[in-house]
């Protein structure tokens, strides 16, 4: 999208003068463009000339040939664009204009910064041309103009070279606070030894998937978790588009009681003592059926800046759409999965994602594969850890807790492996089978 000099008498956002200086440092110098290479765009000048000579820069970069001001003229004059990019008087005149090349990373991030504006005028200008059509899906528009602003967000955020020595020291201060504390993990601990034990706790920036068929416990599983971290103080962000907030609550009662979850749901029995202890728990719920995935982020973004959010569970992926109707399903679930990890990182955030199996992983009778994962492999390429669940075929005895399998299917960085949990379902609480000796889980 093009723009105006001049929008409303306000000038659009650009500074002449830092571009020259950029492009005046890559005339004079041969290694300035490896400073900038990574920063900017051709787009990202706004002189038209400007483009022309740092887009030659780039392709002079890729062949590894030799940046100066002769061969910068001989490229532009091979593509006939010598005059449109001002000439050879105005290629020497801004090689004579900067005395040295030494602040080209500060001209170039102020060159950065006003592209970042003006695209944001662009996005701001289609978000109004969607208002003034008056649209009859509301929320379809908002989730148009969310993910074009997030869509900025993303593009502008460049991710900066990190010398090896400040990785070593924060990887130095972690395994000293580890030696200290031999005995607790290093995440945010999940409340089941026989996870953590893989895990070594949940790690901020990841995208955990919880998988499993339905009416084995996932969504229970998920729920013990978030009851666990929550009472070790990390707060706790619960999308959830299967249930609704009472049944959530219901779930939570069951957890911290000894009753049964249908007496609690029915009022049959009021556990006071267990409802005072989830008063000030640090769980926010957000029951949002068929919320989008920039709805998602929007309200995740909105629970940071109050609460400092440490996991988000959502229950679960399958229900969430994307607002756009050109994508077939697999597609869907790709973006999901992609905009949850980058959430992850960008809010420092635990993602815990609940995920449906393909039927082949109940027709099985054995552990899943990564491959059951239903629709599509994004779910297994952009996750860190993938937990499955799975139960055997043998009838429990009535009134016996229910043997659960689990596994740690992918774990990006640590080993993976099988587990065992007990399943009480008439409170749907998970318990742990492992004696806690710190050996294996069982």
Known sequence: MTLEARVADRQVPFDEAAEQHVIGSLLIDRDAIFKVADLLRVDDFYAPRHQRIYAVAQALLERRERIDPLTIQMELARREELDRAGGQAYL?????????????????????DRAILRRLLGAATSIAADAYDEPTDIALALDRAEQRLFALRDESANAQLRHITASLQSNYEHLTDRMERPFEVSGIPSGFREVDYYTEGFTVGDLIVLAARPSVGKTSLALGMSFNIARRGHPVLLFSLEMDAKQIVSRYLALNSRMDLLALRTGNIIDT??????????VFIDDTPGISIMELRTKARRASTHEKIEVIIVDYIQLIRTGEDDENRVQEIATITRNLKSLARELGVVVIGLSQLSRAAGDSGGEPKLSTLREGGSLEQDSDIVIMLWRDREETPPGAPRLINGSIAKNRNGPTGGFQLLFESEQAKFFSKASDDGGPPA
Do not use: F, K, N, Q
């Open 273 to 282: 003592d267990a409802a005072a202890a989830l008063h000030g728990l640090p």
């Open 92 to 112: 020497r005149a801004l090689a004579e204009s900067v005395p040295t090349a030494a602040e080209i990373e500060r001209y170039g991030r102020i060159v950065r």
